[in-house]
């Protein structure tokens, strides 16, 4: 979708005449002093966005500021990998064996070994010469039919919407679907983090027999790493001294290879006690990385290190001392974290959002909340915290996920302090009702209209697969402190009214859902600082939003047409009377325009994107000026109400 198209300045001038793209780029972008390359007198608009963040920081504050704001950093490299160089090569000559039919390839091992690390970067490289590829992640809890889904839309629906229908087809008629893409098609499928055999059994009568197809299975389980045969397993074993000391200072000194004499014989211990596992060799040496390069400080680390293993495993003990040297604000982003699903790829922006609202982060040296929160989830990757997924056009983290192995201590830290429960199989079964956080996937436990949760602070209802508002009615009437609800991919179609009691709701996530309106009472959370409604159906908003004074982020469209073969296949919300009122606003995704809405949109100084579609040539004027007065615009999509308007 609109998302997905972001492209750089230089390109603007395609979709706009001069005169208007000099008004549009004069407060965004004073720091560029090229645009000699635009083109002229190009009447044609159809769709365009543009990103101010490409411009090259100079100072030190700049590039902070720079990573803070999500930007990959340096130590996330290709060249990072290491001791990789037999096993890349091996996998990566199975995929162009000379087998005429479909091969399976495992790659098993135990946790920590970096199974999925090896199979991305040599997916990453060989994808583009397979015409039809996926990567879809199995987990322990798993659906079929999710997988499938999933499958078809990678391998049919990767360009355009999905068909409308594709959420009700079984697992017949999606298996169906997908052999009927791929039967002409070289394909390579990567199915990660398999723990049980049938989820391969039951899925390969999709991709069975095809021709050249390549299915690539990444596991802890030799019953799972039996399902190819002896010559295309490969059975991952710790890395030798050599590779564990080289690859711990490439973390330890910031990606130099050598180590400081006085250091040699504490780093040689440390490494030792790792026993050759890339998880532990790079979260210590992310640890070490902001010590002190003395002695007596690598010494101090060393002996927490061993206390800890008296008590855990080597792994965990690591984890744990990586977790404990955290300060506080940071461990809570890293707790919360654990309540979303295994292996579920976290979206950065919903992540900033979600800790502003919990109050993890606060202002500091005049950084807004969300730059803090932005600079907490950069520092967290850099700790091997968390592992990125995705990365944007402009190469900030899109994505990430936690590993399965982090995310267990994460789980039981977070029951220990009474922090949060997750539960992923959509059940409540012995669940504490004292807990503060509870997040479940897939929720379809017929009790729920009797839980009771008075302390509750976050909801994370995600897949939810019931549509009764009973549950919601119940938690809302017992849960005074809710501040965050995100239902997001649920099959809820109705906000109960009692929503509008809770005072502290900060966050409010309903994309994807059924949900058609608002309720009126949404006017009384004068606390609610992001409302999410994407891809709802709702098309207006209740007027007594612009009461809503500390609201920062507004998204709202819908689709129009699921398929995108019409010009406008998403439609934005109307604006509400009063919108310059919500002087907070920093997210504003997607707005119709009329003849009001430039003169609104001028009164709000402090956007950063805006997102606008339904443009005419009579509303051009106005919206350019107003955007031209937005100093901190960094992201903008523009959209005509027909391909052949003239603007």
């Known amino acids: 979708m609109a998302e997905a198209v972001i492209l750089a300045i230089s390109k603007i001038g395609t979709t706009l005449g001069e005169e208007a793209t000099k008004a549009v780029l004069a407060k965004l972008s004073e720091k560029v002093t090229n645009l000699k390359n635009l083109p002229r007198n190009v009447k044609d608009l159809m769709k365009w966005s543009l990103s101010a963040e490409l411009m090259s920081p100079k100072t030190p504050s700049d590039i902070e500021r720079q990573i803070s704001g999500g930007c990959l950093p340096e130590f996330i490299k290709d060249e990072d990998l290491v001791g ?187 490494v030792k006690r790792c026993q050759g596992l890339p998880l532990a060799i790079v979260s210590m040496g992310s640890l070490l990385s902001s010590r002190k390069q003395t002695e007596y400080a690598w010494n101090q680390t060393y002996s927490q290190l061993r206390n800890e293993m008296i008590k855990n495993d080597h792994v965990r003990a690591i984890l744990n001392l990586s977790y404990h040297d955290m300060p506080g604000d940071l461990r809570n982003c890293f707790l919360y974290c654990s309540m979303f699903p295994e292996d579920y790829s976290m979206s950065r922006e919903s992540l900033v959002r979600l800790w502003v609202a919990q109050g993890f982060v606060v202002r500091k040296d005049g950084n807004k909340p969300e730059d803090v929160a932005e600079g907490n989830l950069m520092e967290l990757i850099h700790r091997n915290m968390l592992e990125v997924v995705e990365n944007d056009e402009l190469s900030r983290v899109s994505t990430c996920k936690m590993h399965d192995i982090v995310r267990n201590l994460a789980l039981d830290v977070a029951k220990e302090e009474m922090f949060g429960s997750a539960s992923d199989n959509g059940t409540m079964t012995q669940l504490d009702t004292e807990v503060r956080r509870f997040s479940t996937c897939g929720w379809k436990d017929d009790s729920a209209p009797r839980v009771s949760f008075p302390h509750l602070r976050t909801l994370l209802s995600l897949q939810a697969v019931s549509s009764s508002t009973s549950m919601l009615n119940s938690i809302f009437s017992r849960s005074n402190y809710l501040s965050v609800l995100e239902l997001q991919d649920s099959e809820i179609s109705e906000v109960p009214t009692s929503i509008g009691n809770l005072f502290n709701l900060r966050y409010i996530g309903l994309r994807r859902t059924n949900v058609c309106k608002l309720p009126e009472c949404i006017e009384n959370l004068s606390n609610l600082q992001t409302l999410d409604i994407k891809q709802t159906k709702i098309v207006k908003l209740p007027r007594g939003i612009v009461k809503v004074k500390k609201l920062r982020h507004l998204i709202a469209d819908r689709y129009a047409d699921e398929k995108r073969t019409e010009f406008r296949y998403f439609i934005g919300v109307e604006a509400p009377k009063g919108l310059s009122g919500l002087e907070e606003l920093q997210t504003l995704e997607t707005v119709q325009a009329s003849k009001e809405l430039a003169e609104q949109l001028e009164k709000l100084t402090k956007l950063q994107n805006l997102w606008i579609d339904n443009i005419s040539a009579t509303n051009c004027a106005k919206i350019f000026t107003a955007l031209s007065k937005m100093p901190l615009l960094s992201s903008l999509l523009l959209s005509a109400c027909d391909e052949k308007e003239v603007l």
């Open 84 to 270: 990789v160089e037999e096993n890349r090569r091996k996998l990566t000559g199975w995929l162009y064996s000379n087998e005429p039919h479909g091969t399976v390839i495992t790659v098993s091992g135990m946790g920590g070994l970096g199974k999925t690390t090896l199979v991305k970067n040599v997916y990453d490289r060989e994808k583009g010469n397979f015409p039809a590829h996926a990567w879809i992640v199995v987990s322990k809890t798993y659906d079929v039919e999710e997988l499938l889904c999933t499958l078809l839309m990678k391998v049919a629906y990767r360009e355009q919407s999905p068909a409308a229908n594709m959420n009700k087809m079984d697992v017949y008629e999606l298996t169906d679907k997908i052999k009927k893409k791929l039967e002409d098609s070289k394909c390579l499928i990567v199915l990660d983090d398999v723990w049980d055999h049938e989820a391969y059994t039951m899925m390969r009568n999709a991709f069975q027999n095809l021709q050249e197809s390549r299915i690539v299975i990444t596991t802890r389980k030799e019953e799972v790493a039996a399902l190819a045969s002896s010559k295309y397993r490969l059975d991952l074993q710790p890395l030798g001294n050599t590779d564990s000391f080289n690859l711990f200072c490439r973390r330890a000194f910031h990606g130099r290879t050598g180590c400081p004499k006085d250091l040699m014989e504490v780093a040689t211990s440390i």
